[in-house]
């Protein structure tokens, strides 16, 4: 009978191994299949983890991933086809490889993740429209991914990279002065685009739509299910990122007046969102916090819920029970915004607000 071999591993090899799979594992989550790092785990770590062994590690396979006009995939090293296969702002994509870049050139000096970065923000440079919007997907004509893209705050994280990349601020303190003066000019023409697209009924400003036309700058539709419409989400970013400037324009400030006093209007009290772990459903609660739907009907403020046929709702118990479940609706987003605004009266026309269960 044949003997079965044990091979004994010392602890400390064995702790090591150990330590490096979870490591691995943070980086690159399951169910990205190793494609896409999880960043926000990535920028945890110390600006001296960036000149380590896997700092190194991750910045050298941004360096091979990097595609020719100087971006990434949305799934970095998966090479697909169509729109999913061009450089992209979405999912925190190419802003956060340059921000890796930046720290690991920093810790090591090595000009490699110089080049990639300055590559980087070149095509941010290079790719923003004259009217100040950036895409969603660069180079994707004809598609909803050219449209100018507050969805999921991708135009702001660019928007924040390219401030500091224009003071030679944070990690860009290596920038030239040619970039930093082009990005300071693309931060303006930015902002102004941001004052251009904010939504007006009736004669008073509100907010924004995820995605707006990148030629008239109205709202656009996205996904199906994202239809035009002013989003209490992807708003409460750009508000957020208007009151970081310094010495604001009065049209700035009244931009961000005009959006938090439309927050407050549109609050919803009275009901909470239940998730039952396999669908998530409306119920009343007086005693339940300040609630908003993520998207509200231009015109009437009603929330509205979209399913993926492109049907409204204005319900969320009427769209199926995927949408429901898999897509944010409500949330507390503007909950800081608005914790010290006293709601004007009267409210101007078109303003009124009713509760829509």
């Known amino acids: 009978m044949q003997k079965s071999i044990r091979i004994k591993i010392p602890k400390a090899l064995y702790i090591t191994i150990l330590v490096s799979l979870f490591s691995f594992a943070l980086l690159f989550p399951k169910h990205a299949f190793a494609s896409t790092p999880d960043w926000k785990s990535v920028f945890k770590n110390s600006d001296s983890w960036f000149g380590s062994s896997q700092g190194i590690a991750l910045a050298d396979s941004i360096v091979q991933y990097q595609l020719p006009d100087g971006g990434w995939r949305k799934d970095m090293t998966t090479s697909t086809s169509g729109s999913w296969g061009k450089s992209t702002i979405d999912n925190d994509t190419t802003t956060s490889q340059i921000k890796v870049l930046a720290k690991t050139y920093n810790q090591t000096k090595n000009t490699k993740y110089?080049?990639?970065?300055?590559?980087?923000?070149?095509?941010?440079?290079?790719?923003?429209y004259s009217n100040g919007g950036w895409p969603q997907v660069f180079n994707d004509a004809g598609t909803y991914h050219a449209h100018i893209t507050y969805n999921d705050n991708a135009m702001i994280h660019v928007m924040n990279l390219l401030t500091d990349v224009s003071k030679k601020a944070g990690d860009y303190t290596f920038i030239d002065s040619t970039r930093a003066s082009r990005a300071s000019s693309a931060v303006q023409k930015g902002i102004q685009c941001i004052l251009n697209t904010q939504i007006i009924v009736n004669g008073v400003k509100?907010?924004?739509?995820?995605?707006?036309?990148?030629?008239?700058?109205?709202?656009?539709?996205?996904?199906?299910?994202?239809?035009?419409?002013?989003?209490?989400?992807?708003?409460?970013?750009?508000?957020n990122y208007l009151k970081g400037i310094s010495n604001p324009s009065?049209?700035?400030?009244?931009?961000?007046?005009?959006a938090i006093n439309w927050f407050a209007q549109v609050k919803i009290l009275g009901i909470k969102v239940v998730d039952t772990g396999d669908d998530k459903i409306v119920v009343s609660d007086p005693q339940a916090p300040p609630i908003w739907a993520r998207f509200?009907?231009?015109?009437?403020?009603?929330?509205?819920?979209?399913?993926?046929?492109?049907?409204?709702?204005?319900?969320?118990?009427?769209?199926?029970?995927?949408?429901?479940?898999?897509?944010?609706?409500?949330?507390?987003?503007?909950?800081?915004l608005v914790k010290e605004v006293v709601i004007p009266t009267p409210i101007p026309d078109g303003q009124n607000i009713k509760l829509w269960l």
């Open 114 to 128: 110089l080049t990639a970065c300055q590559k980087g923000i070149d095509l941010l440079l290079n790719g923003q």
């Open 250 to 258: 009065s049209e700035i400030t009244n931009a961000i007046n005009s």
């Open 296 to 336: 509200y009907e231009m015109g009437t403020n009603r929330a509205i819920f979209v399913d993926r046929d492109g049907s409204l709702h204005y319900k969320l118990s009427e769209i199926s029970q995927e949408r429901r479940y898999g897509y944010a609706w409500y949330g507390d987003w503007p909950k800081n």
């Open 206 to 239: 509100t907010a924004w739509c995820q995605q707006h036309d990148e030629v008239t700058l109205k709202p656009a539709s996205g996904r199906a299910y994202e239809l035009p419409s002013i989003c209490t989400s992807e708003s409460v970013g750009i508000v």
